[in-house]
């Protein structure tokens, strides 16, 4: 399976621009890390692409991703991807067993809680976008409530990093695509460039 295909399968389930982002940055994310630790850039990406394909359909914990499963191995997604995700939900009981899953699990919530902080700052981007800004809004539990936080720590312990570090290279994986993710900011007023 390649990108192409896998992102074939989420045009045909995702409507949703915000679901179509929040699944190009976990994406991007798991590219870092397959880079990081030197494992499959390409397959690592396609399981982020296709983690949360089916939410549209299948919007509750009852169904997601479990029923999905089905769906993705009828249109050919080798097992190994499927069992990547279904293991990023917790109530499935499918251990996370490979690097890959425990990475897609520590990424899945942390780009919701990066993304949410960039879109309040005066640039509305991910190139300013520092752990130490989103380390503020952490503590804010209201911000960005549906965010899991105790997910993010744990996902950042299961891949033996320190959440701070976490928070970085997912940042720095995002930053990659911030135009895709419409995190590239407001382009600098005439008045600002002016003065450059």
């Known amino acids: ?15 949703s621009d915000s679901l179509l982002r929040h699944m190009l940055a976990v994406e991007a994310a798991l590219r870092h890390y397959a880079r990081l630790f030197g494992e499959d850039e390409a397959r690592w990406g396609i399981i ?12 509750t914990l009852e169904h997601h991703p479990q ?11 080798p097992e190994d991807v499927i069992q990547s995700v279904l293991s990023h939900a917790e109530h499935t009981g499918v251990p996370r067993t490979a690097l890959r899953d425990r990475a897609l699990f520590a990424c899945d919530e ?18 300013d976008l520092t752990p130490a800004s989103v380390r503020k809004k952490w503590k804010d539990r209201a911000f960005a409530a549906g965010v899991n936080r105790e997910d993010i720590e744990r996902g950042a312990r299961e891949l033996g990093l320190d959440v701070w570090d ?17 995190l590239a900011g407001n382009p600098p007023s005439p008045t600002s460039q002016s003065s450059l």
């Open 110 to 127: 942390v780009t919701g809680l990066i993304a949410a902080v960039a879109l309040v700052r005066p640039s509305r981007s991910l190139a």
């Open 48 to 59: 982020g692409l296709l983690h949360d394909f089916d939410w549209e359909i299948h919007p």
């Open 166 to 182: 976490h928070v970085g290279h997912v940042i720095t994986a995002m930053r990659g695509i911030a135009d895709q993710l419409g």
């Open 1 to 15: 399976m390649d990108r192409d295909q896998a992102l074939a399968i989420v045009r045909e389930y995702v409507t």
């Open 67 to 77: 029923d999905g499963a089905p769906l993705l191995r009828a249109r050919g997604v």
